[in-house]
Structure formats: C-alpha cells, structure tokens
C-alpha cells in the first residue's frame, strides 16, 4: 500500500487561518489511514507513506529535533505535538519557537 496526501499553505491566506487544515490533511489524515488500513493488511504486508522533504528533521530547527523522538513515540504523541504547533502558528509565537 502507498499513502499520499497533502495540503499546503496558500501564500496570501495567513498562516493561522491555515495551519488547521494542513494538519488535519498531512499529519491526522496519515495517521487515520494507517489505523484504518494496517490492521487489514496481510503479513508481511509493507505500507509506504510518501512525504516531501519538508517532512524532514533536517528542515525543522534544531531545537524541536527532541519532540520528534520516533522510538519513544506513538502517533497519539504526534497529534499533541501537531496541536502544539497549530496553537503555535494561531497564536503567533511559531517562528520564536523554531
């Protein structure tokens, strides 16, 4: 199985009024596929999620690297950090935050 989605960020629509449904569709949407389909699958069965490099640790500042410790993690751990950043982005206080 392969997954694809994304949203992206208009540039002449703020950010804050945005910044939801990017997450909603990138991050949560991901994360319901996988719940609704891994179960499904066969053994030995691989799931592929294709993201763009803008998904990577080495586009995110240094400082976050730690919220995003994957062997510690579940995808429950990922939404509240997702909902940090949405707040963030709303809020105005991201780019101060890394």
Excluded: C, W
Excluded at 81 to 90: F, I, K, N, P
Aim: charged share 25%; glycine share 6%; no cysteine.
């Amino acid at each position: 199985m392969v997954s694809n989605a994304t949203n992206r960020i208009a540039r002449d629509v703020p950010a804050a009024d945005q910044v939801a449904g990017l997450v909603n569709t990138n991050n949560r949407g991901t994360r319901r596929v996988l719940e609704a389909v891994v179960p499904l699958l066969n053994d030995g069965a691989r799931v592929v999620v294709m993201s763009s490099s803008f998904g990577s640790l080495r586009e995110l500042d240094p400082r976050l690297h730690a919220r995003f410790d994957v062997a510690a993690m579940a995808l429950k751990d990922l939404d509240a950090v997702m909902d940090d950043y949405t707040r963030a982005v709303q809020e105005g206080r991201a780019a101060a935050e890394g």
